[in-house]
């Protein structure tokens, strides 16, 4: 049961700290354009990596913990669902190569930043 109510909890912070980062983006970004799903889902990508060498390979940090981690915070924090939608209004809105080229990016540099932080976490002692 302490499991779940960690998950519930770090998921609310990942869905707050996705908000307010998403409030912080959009401003930055051009009207159409979903930069701020895309930085997002990109660091959420990252961290994802850091948490799993930290929770898997080292065991620095326990396995409720790297759960609640993964599940929650990174679960909450970062939406395919979003990048999802983006992408159908692009092509709604006859913006298919935006679309492809946004997809396709949103899940090549994740995986690529996902590796970043997996070898950047196994760089750095403990």
């Known amino acids: 049961m ?15 700290a996705r908000y307010g980062l998403n409030l912080l983006f959009i401003k930055q970004s051009p009207p159409g354009l979903p930069i701020s799903t895309f930085l997002i889902n990109l660091l959420g990508s990252f961290l994802i990596g850091v948490v799993y060498v930290l929770g898997v390979e080292r065991s620095a940090i326990s396995n409720e913990i790297r759960t609640a981690l993964m599940v929650g915070l990174l679960g909450g924090f970062t939406t395919f669902s979003s ?16 679309a492809l080229t946004y997809v396709l990016a949103s899940t090549v540099c994740g995986i690529l930043l996902t590796f970043g932080g997996i070898f950047l976490t196994r760089s750095i002692s403990l």
Not at 3 to 16: A, E, K, Q, R, T
Not at 85 to 97: C, G, P
């Open 2 to 16: 302490r499991l779940y109510f960690m998950i519930g909890i770090f998921g609310l912070v990942g869905i707050f």
């Open 83 to 98: 990048l999802s939608l983006e992408a159908a209004v692009l092509i709604k809105n006859s913006q298919e190569l935006l």
